[in-house]
């Protein structure tokens, strides 16, 4: 009985104390004493304009080069003029093997059909090894005003956006492309192919330097 009585003599006077003086009176709360709060009179939105680079500044990058719309050992004048591009760029410029083609590509039986989607099929060994971008280029005719390695756009895969200029006429014409989704990000050409494509590879450089930029 006497723990009974303490403990309403103890809630009582908490009770009492929330009630008295020294209660705080929140139905104000701005001018609660010695307490100055500002609070903001509406709320503000701005409108924010994030962009990102196209292309990542130490992206990798694999180089594959087309012989009448087939991927082909890159010859050798024309490897030394992507490692000097290499050494250039914080980018990385990979020879992508022509042998890393047929891990992924059906064998043909013999008299057998060949496949019409080789373009995409160089593109899909580029994501299969690892490689996010892939820069499939060629001389001449892979070159052409209407195609690229001999195939309509349709044909190949690839996807342009408006405003990429990537299928005017060129003696060489280099597409960087999105290995996963086959997006086309930029293209670049050159004419002086006579002795190297050293024209080309410095076209390409300045392209990624331009899509690693915000």
């Known amino acids: 009985?006497?723990?009974?009585?303490?403990?309403?003599?103890?809630?009582?006077?908490?009770?009492?104390?929330?009630?008295?003086?020294?209660?705080?009176?929140?139905?104000?709360?701005?001018?609660?004493?010695?307490?100055?709060v500002e609070l903001f009179e509406t709320a503000e939105l701005t409108e924010t304009n994030i962009q990102?680079?196209?292309?990542?500044?130490?992206?990798?990058?694999?180089?594959?080069?087309?012989?009448?719309?087939?991927?082909?050992?890159?010859?050798?004048?024309?490897?030394?003029?992507?490692?000097?591009?290499?050494?250039?760029?914080?980018?990385?410029?990979?020879?992508?093997?022509?042998?890393?083609?047929?891990?992924?590509?059906?064998?043909?039986?013999?008299?057998?059909?060949?496949?019409?989607?080789?373009?995409?099929?160089?593109?899909?060994?580029?994501?299969a090894e690892g490689y996010a971008y892939v820069l499939i280029y060629g001389v001449g005719p892979d070159a052409s005003w209407a195609s690229f390695g001999g195939k309509a756009l349709r044909e190949t895969g690839l996807t342009v956006d408006d405003g990429c200029e990537s299928w005017q006429k060129a003696k060489a014409k280099a597409l960087l492309v999105n290995s996963f989704t086959g997006e086309v990000l930029g293209a670049a050409t050159a004419d002086n192919v006579e002795f190297n494509i050293g024209e080309l590879a410095d076209n390409v450089g300045a392209l990624v330097t331009k899509l690693s930029e915000a």
Not at 5 to 12: E, G, N, Q, S, Y
Request: net charge negative; glycine share 6%.
């Open 1 to 36: 009985m006497t723990t009974l009585l303490k403990t309403a003599a103890i809630t009582a006077l908490i009770t009492g104390f929330a009630n008295g003086a020294f209660a705080l009176d929140v139905t104000q709360p701005n001018e609660v004493t010695s307490a100055a």
């Open 52 to 127: 990102s680079p196209a292309l990542e500044t130490t992206a990798k990058i694999a180089v594959a080069r087309l012989d009448g719309g087939r991927l082909i050992p890159t010859p050798h004048g024309e490897e030394f003029d992507w490692k000097l591009l290499d050494k250039r760029l914080n980018a990385d410029i990979i020879l992508m093997p022509a042998g890393s083609y047929l891990k992924y590509t059906p064998e043909i039986p013999f008299q057998g059909q060949d496949t019409d989607n080789k373009i995409d099929e160089v593109r899909i060994t580029a994501a």
